[in-house]
């Protein structure tokens, strides 16, 4: 029986371009030994699972899977299903994923997250000179069994980087949206900030001294696609 596979961009510009492709799956239709070959086979940087909550419940359960692993949090299909989750008339407080609980804050045309900057992984952090520079990397320049981070300031005094990211050992070899790497730059740094990712995407961040990182964007549907 064929699954449906709704498919998001997040992190688009307010025109609705750019943003990260992401397959969000009810997990009631994918068994948990499916789930890995779903997301290999849709090739997304992620696709996550979600269980439904009934009418009126405040929070959801979801696990997220890269084509090759299971990841216990990320951003981009955090913010995703929680747009989803408001698009279906399921609104919730907070999104359960193996990390912990991460909150969610709904706005008019964005969502956020609220995560702990210590649930996203150890990024190596490559800190450029010059947009030329970033613009000139390639994935096989970078090691494969890290992620790699790639970033340089456009408007340090406004806080406005512009970013790219290697994770060829996860099977990315660049993502075009990070919100995990976006909250760890955002407490690398110590201040809120707008980052603009891979072809135009845009994540915006707010630091708390807390270790608590809000990761907010916008979010298109792109339709739905089957899977068997």
């Known amino acids: 029986m064929a699954i449906d596979v709704t498919v998001l961009r997040v992190f688009t510009d307010a025109d609705g371009k750019f943003g990260n492709p992401l397959g969000v799956v009810d997990a009631s239709a994918a068994g948990a030994a499916d789930r890995q070959r779903i997301a290999t086979e849709l090739g997304y940087s992620e696709t996550i699972f979600i269980d439904v909550p009934e009418p009126g419940s405040n929070t959801a359960h979801a696990r997220i899977f890269t084509p090759a692993t ?11 299903a929680a747009w989803w989750l408001r698009d279906i008339g399921r609104p919730v407080h907070t999104l359960q994923v193996p990390a912990g609980v991460v909150q969610v804050v709904y706005g008019d045309d964005t969502v956020a997250v609220r995560a702990r900057a210590d649930w996203a992984p150890d990024f190596a952090i490559y800190d450029l000179e010059s947009t030329d520079e970033l ?14 981070y790639l970033w340089t300031w456009t408007d340090r005094d406004n806080g406005v980087l512009r970013s790219r990211m290697f994770a060829v050992g996860l099977g990315v070899p660049e993502d075009e949206a990070t919100g995990a790497a976006a909250v760890r730059i955002t407490d690398y740094l110590s201040r809120d900030l707008t980052i603009v990712q891979g072809k135009g995407s845009i994540i915006q961040t707010k630091w708390s001294a807390d270790g608590w990182v809000q990761v907010a964007g916008r979010v298109v549907n792109d339709g739905i696609k089957q899977i068997d």
Not at 135 to 148: Q, T
């Open 70 to 80: 299971e990841l216990p949090f990320a951003g981009h299909p955090t913010v995703g």
């Open 135 to 148: 613009f000139a990397a390639e994935p096989d320049d970078y090691s494969d069994d890290v992620e790699n």
